[in-house]
């Protein structure tokens, strides 16, 4: 039973609470909590002001990830001691934190340090190493601790042959806990166990590592267990898969309780997506070059060897800079079927890729999906930056080939054409059809520069007549009414564009009644009459 109300209930907000609002509690700002002597080894206070005294610059930039932005005040702090700023007769220096990176954290960010007209960039936290394409870097790993006993009894656990082969590497900040604790390891029977050294080679069997010894093939190396101190990175996973016998992580969540894991399955499961993608860019017609840096190196040149490869199996690239890639920037431009990354060997990965509406590829999987059905086999090796493409070159037996097709073809001008076509058939109708191999169904804008190009309404010479001072006096090109053929695609300045065709086809209004064409005609009859106010209905004198 329902309660009697004494008052009217409250439907507003009082004119006395309008200003009044109600804050939620402010979240606690983290705070620096490492010790100065620990920042200073940390952080390599000594060695990197060092080097900037060396190098004689004088506007630094200190590029930090994100979860070390809370030491990035007191670095400055002691580097500026270190370096003498504010004391007499030292050099003026200034220091500039890049708190935002441009593109991936693990390069260089130069874009950044470019606004605030750095002359080096200080780089904390784990790297891909790549090389810079303007201003030199300093690179500081920011080292770690690690319990040597517990990550021994972990290896122990998990290979108790004392005869394994294995090849121990690590994350950057725990590099140089490799040699000892290989060391470690070979005092206690694992006589096999091998170390690894930082060496800036991205293209090397291990990125930026060489193998601590004489020197192997890679076919020996197939034999080792490779153990990775700390959490790799998706790209390198998938790129030392196929490299080594097998791959097994030691986890450090802390320095006292690490973890050995095998991530064999995770890594063939990835790598199975990564194929499937590979098919949906095979019949992709409109590849899109992403640009996801602009510090490496031979970026520019990459994005060149990407468009002439693409050119050659007749598709059509854009090339498109986004800066941080996220699925709803990629959604504006509909008309690509499928991007291409150019980016470091870590960054050339984009790993969560499931809310992308196209897929995103490494420039190695690209070469692969261009290739032609019977040559495309996959063995495993894979690749995700610009370091490993190859650079086709014509070799002496292809150029004697085409030598031979142009004297042929010269020849032939000179002699009757005699149609030796099976079945009188010629040109794209003759080429073999493609098939989508995930949906077994018939593609047939997979190599769209093969279709006719339109030509915007051009007269032909037979429509055109010569005057006597060598003039035309045909039809204007703006004038003409062509009709359009089936197949052919929308050109801009006598360039075949797949993407004029797609806004042409797609996103062009065709006026209204579009969407009629089935019904059957009526009898017309007359409508309404008069002004908004008042209308009459035929001959009806009532207003409506």
């Known amino acids: 039973m329902s309660s009697d109300l004494a008052a009217a209930?409250?439907?507003?907000?009082?004119?006395?609470?309008?200003?009044?609002?109600?804050?939620?509690?402010?979240?606690?700002?983290?705070?620096?909590?490492?010790?100065?002597?620990?920042?200073?080894?940390?952080?390599?206070?000594?060695?990197?002001?060092?080097?900037?005294?060396?190098?004689?610059?004088?506007?630094?930039?200190?590029?930090?990830?994100?979860?070390?932005?809370?030491?990035?005040?007191?670095?400055?702090?002691?580097?500026?001691?270190?370096?003498?700023?504010?004391?007499?007769?030292?050099?003026?220096?200034?220091?500039?934190?890049?708190?935002?990176?441009?593109?991936?954290?693990?390069?260089?960010?130069?874009?950044?340090?470019?606004?605030?007209?750095?002359?080096?960039?200080?780089?904390?936290?784990?790297?891909?190493?790549?090389?810079?394409?303007?201003?030199?870097?300093?690179?500081?790993?920011?080292?770690?601790?690690?319990?040597?006993?517990?990550?021994?009894?972990?290896?122990?656990?998990?290979?108790?042959?004392?005869?394994?082969?294995l090849v121990v590497m690590a994350d950057l900040p725990y590099q140089h806990h490799v040699a000892k604790l290989v060391e470690l390891l070979n005092s206690k029977g694992y006589s096999n166990a091998v170390a690894t050294d930082v060496e800036r080679d991205p293209a090397a069997l291990i990125p930026n590592r060489k193998i601590v010894g004489e020197p192997m093939d890679e076919e020996h190396w197939k034999t080792y267990s490779l153990i990775h101190i700390s959490d790799p990175p998706a790209a390198l996973l998938l790129a030392l898969q196929s490299r080594f016998a097998s791959l097994h992580i030691l986890s450090t969540p802390t320095s006292e309780t690490p973890t050995l894991s095998n991530p064999t399955m995770r890594t063939m499961g990835a790598m199975r997506r990564r194929f499937a993608k590979v098919l949906s860019l095979a019949s992709a017609g409109v590849i899109g070059i992403l640009v996801n840096t602009l510090s490496v190196a031979n970026y520019q040149s990459s994005i060149g060897l990407l468009r002439d490869k693409i050119a050659k199996a007749d598709k059509k690239s854009y090339t498109v800079v986004v800066g941080k890639l996220n699925p709803a920037k990629l959604a504006n431009f509909a008309e690509v079927e499928g991007w291409v990354v150019v980016g470091c060997w870590e960054s050339g990965l984009v790993e969560e890729d499931a809310a992308y509406w196209r897929p995103v590829?490494?420039?190695?999987?690209?070469?692969?999906?261009?290739?032609?059905?019977?040559?495309?086999?996959?063995?495993?090796?894979?690749?995700?930056?610009?370091?490993?493409?190859?650079?086709?070159?014509?070799?002496?037996?292809?150029?004697?080939?085409?030598?031979?097709?142009?004297?042929?073809?010269?020849?032939?001008?000179?002699?009757?054409?005699?149609?030796?076509?099976?079945?009188?058939?010629?040109?794209?109708?003759?080429?073999a059809p493609e098939f989508d191999l995930r949906t077994g169904k018939l593609i047939s804008h997979s190599r769209p520069m093969r279709l006719p190009v339109r030509n915007g309404g051009a007269p032909s010479s037979s429509a055109q007549g010569a005057t006597s001072d060598g003039s035309t006096n045909g039809i204007r090109q703006s004038d003409a009414l062509v009709?359009?053929?089936?197949?052919?695609?929308?050109?801009?300045?006598?360039?075949?564009?797949?993407?004029?065709?797609?806004?042409?086809?797609?996103?062009?209004?065709?006026?209204?009644?579009?969407?009629?064409?089935?019904?059957?005609?009526?009898?017309?009859?007359?409508?309404?009459s008069g002004i908004a106010r008042g209308y009459r209905v035929g001959e009806e004198e009532d207003k409506h």
């Open 9 to 165: 209930p409250v439907l507003s907000t009082p004119d006395d609470h309008i200003l009044e609002v109600e804050l939620p509690a402010p979240e606690s700002v983290p705070t620096s909590t490492i010790s100065d002597d620990a920042l200073r080894t940390t952080y390599e206070i000594a060695r990197t002001a060092a080097e900037i005294t060396t190098g004689g610059w004088r506007r630094i930039g200190l590029q930090f990830p994100d979860f070390m932005l809370v030491d990035s005040s007191r670095v400055v702090e002691s580097l500026g001691k270190e370096l003498g700023l504010g004391q007499d007769g030292a050099v003026e220096r200034r220091i500039y934190i890049l708190a935002d990176s441009s593109y991936s954290a693990c390069c260089v960010d130069e874009v950044a340090a470019e606004h605030v007209g750095a002359d080096v960039v200080v780089h904390y936290g784990r790297t891909c190493l790549s090389p810079t394409s303007r201003l030199p870097a300093i690179y500081v790993y920011t080292s770690r601790e690690l319990d040597y006993e517990s990550t021994r009894a972990e290896i122990e656990k998990e290979f108790g042959d004392k005869k394994a082969n």
């Open 361 to 431: 590829i490494t420039p190695f999987e690209l070469e692969v999906a261009l290739m032609s059905e019977e040559e495309r086999i996959w063995g495993g090796e894979w690749w995700g930056g610009i370091e490993k493409m190859r650079i086709e070159e014509p070799s002496k037996e292809g150029e004697e080939a085409g030598q031979e097709k142009k004297t042929d073809s010269q020849d032939a001008d000179l002699e009757p054409i005699e149609d030796d076509v099976p079945g009188g058939v010629e040109g794209d109708e003759s080429e």
């Open 483 to 528: 009709k359009r053929s089936v197949g052919e695609l929308a050109s801009i300045n006598g360039v075949a564009s797949p993407g004029a065709e797609f806004l042409r086809s797609g996103r062009t209004w065709q006026g209204l009644g579009g969407d009629f064409d089935n019904e059957t005609s009526t009898v017309v009859e007359e409508g309404r």
